[in-house]
């Protein structure tokens, strides 16, 4: 992980104690280290109590052993267990993640749990003056010992349990038998890339548990678990989208569609091989491609700046892309009804990766304002004559919108539109441009919003999933599937990993042995009613809601 400026205690602390008066007017003290000294030999139950200390000094002691409920100080930062007689560690040392410093020099220790190689974020460990074994003592003698050790200890860990718990599949709904529908599953996954799979950002996961090679094989597994039939994935290595994805999957019949981020055109080619970008794939039995698409967003931004600067020097600058493939659903996936459907069947299956950064929540919301004006162009294009209507062909919208559900990404999704002053636009000028993104582009009426013609939809509910991305510093929901409301509804769900497996088994964070990615996979069964035209025996049907 990422060093945070870590500043250990002072050492030279100085202590005050209220006056009755303070204590008689109700002030408060205020204290997050504590230090006991005094030869202790054993220490009280109740200090584990104190669950808000950061810093714990109980060296110059006689103490023996530490209990394991020292582990139910969670906020420790600093903790000091120097000069005292500890012939050994509890393993539960290794659930104090939040550890900086780590003194237990002057010891009588000769082994060390190999569970404090769990302590990621550790900068300083004492280990001085004990009796431990050459090896071990080596390692640590080594320039950066102490990130070597722990590394060491880490990898070498044994990995508990020997199995991930199911995910619960949540039926929603029953098919509709009067009705021609069609039922196919979808999944969005963003399989989190090599070159961003580093000790530096998930130090909690062992290397060879983090290493390309091992975890290949649990995303391909998940994939082939899921068995969806529309497979939308994100952070896809060029090399690896043609060497693993496509190969194995054309395997199981599924064709596919990618495009790497813009910055490919601009790397040699060895670089290029290690670009990432987005795929879909689709089961050739259920559909037929119509038309692929890749949008450059870069592209769109310096097209649509009408000399906005903040739009050339915020948007223009990131090289994030979305694909979208126009496909056929085949006929015999229709079911219920008297006959197939008489006109040929379209969806547009829409996948793209946006802006990462959580301050940049202003070319998040733009990405995805673009990325939905140009899927409307595609529709537009699409139909067979100017007098169709592009809304018929409903929309699939998978995508790591890097955005939490209350986000103006996701507002604008869901509600068809945000202001044009939306908090996520951060006060920038870029209110001459948005135009160009509305559904009604420069000719809109002056509401003072940004709209979109889509009538989206989430396929989770937001209380469903907790979070789609779980590391140690962030959990959230920020992947997504949308789809049209008008013409679409979910069957059933892919529910969440069980929280209390992760709580028990002392998950930091993701990747792990067990989950191959930061991100967990969404997986939706939709039903798809057929579009029989704007009229049938003279008689207008309305859209579905």
């Known amino acids: 992980?990422?060093?945070?400026?870590?500043?250990?205690?002072?050492?030279?602390?100085?202590?005050?104690?209220?006056?009755?008066?303070?204590?008689?007017?109700?002030?408060?003290?205020?204290?997050?280290?504590?230090?006991?000294?005094?030869?202790?030999?054993?220490l009280s139950s109740s200090l584990w109590t104190l669950t808000h200390l950061t810093a714990l000094h109980i060296n110059d002691n006689n103490l023996t052993r530490i209990p394991p409920e020292i582990s139910r100080l969670p906020h420790l930062v600093y903790l000091n267990l120097s000069s005292n007689k500890l012939r050994s560690l509890p393993a539960e040392l290794g659930r104090m993640v939040s550890l900086r410093e780590l003194l237990l020099n002057h010891n009588l220790l000769r082994v060390l749990p190999y569970e404090l190689g769990k302590l990621f974020q550790l900068q300083t460990l004492g280990l001085k003056g004990n009796p431990l074994s050459q090896d071990i003592l080596n390692l640590y003698q080594e320039p950066d010992g102490t990130r070597k050790l722990l590394n060491y200890m880490l990898d070498n860990l044994a990995v508990h349990p020997e199995q991930l718990p199911q995910r619960p599949w949540i039926s929603l709904k029953e098919r509709d038998p009067v009705t021609p529908t069609a039922a196919f599953t979808v999944m969005c996954y963003n399989v989190l890339c090599d070159k961003y799979a580093t000790r530096q950002l998930y130090g909690y996961c062992p290397s060879w548990a983090l290493s390309w090679e091992y975890r290949k094989k649990g995303i391909m597994e998940e994939i082939a678990n899921c068995d969806a039939d529309?497979?939308?994935?994100?952070?896809?290595?060029?090399?690896?989208?043609?060497?693993?994805?496509?190969?194995?999957?054309?395997?199981?019949?599924?064709?596919?569609?990618?495009c790497p981020k813009s910055r490919a055109k601009l790397v040699s080619e060895q670089e290029r091989k290690h670009v990432d970008g987005c795929a879909v794939f689709f089961k050739s039995q259920k559909f037929t491609l119509v038309q692929k698409h890749t949008v450059e967003f870069n592209q769109v931004a310096m097209a649509n700046s009408e000399g906005s600067e903040v739009m050339l020097n915020r948007v223009m600058t990131k090289d994030n892309i979305g694909v979208a493939v126009l496909l056929e659903v085949n006929k015999d996936v229709f079911t219920g009804g008297a006959t197939p459907p008489p006109e040929r069947q379209l969806i547009l299956v829409a996948n793209a990766h946006m802006h990462w950064d959580p301050e940049y929540s202003d070319v998040k919301l733009i990405q995805t304002m673009m990325f939905l004006s140009e899927l409307k162009s595609i529709a537009e294009r699409a139909v067979d004559s100017p007098t169709s209507d592009p809304s018929s062909i409903p929309v699939v919208l998978c995508a790591d919108l890097n955005s939490l559900p209350d986000s103006g990404v996701v507002e604008y999704l869901s509600d068809g539109g945000v202001a044009d002053n939306h908090k996520d636009f951060k006060e920038l000028r870029y209110s001459e441009c948005l135009t160009n993104f509305s559904c009604h582009g420069k000719n809109r009426p002056s509401d003072g919003s940004i709209t979109h013609s889509f009538q989206l939809k989430s396929a989770y509910h937001s209380s469903l999933m907790p979070y789609t991305n779980y590391t140690h510093d962030f959990k959230g929901v920020i992947d997504y599937i949308f789809f049209s409301k008008t013409r679409m509804s979910v069957l059933g769900l892919l529910g969440p990993l069980d929280h209390q497996w992760l709580l028990d088994n002392d998950i930091a964070g993701c990747p792990h042995p067990h989950i191959p990615s930061d991100h967990f996979s969404l997986l939706a069964q939709l039903e798809l009613r057929a579009h029989l035209g704007a009229a049938l025996n003279g008689l207008h049907l309305p859209g579905h809601r």
């Open 1 to 42: 992980m990422p060093k945070e400026k870590y500043e250990p205690p002072d050492p030279r602390r100085c202590y005050s104690i209220m006056s009755a008066e303070d204590v008689a007017s109700g002030k408060k003290s205020q204290w997050a280290e504590l230090e006991i000294s005094g030869r202790v030999r054993s």
């Open 230 to 258: 529309i497979v939308s994935l994100q952070e896809v290595e060029t090399e690896q989208y043609y060497a693993l994805f496509l190969a194995t999957l054309k395997e199981r019949g599924y064709d596919g569609y990618f």
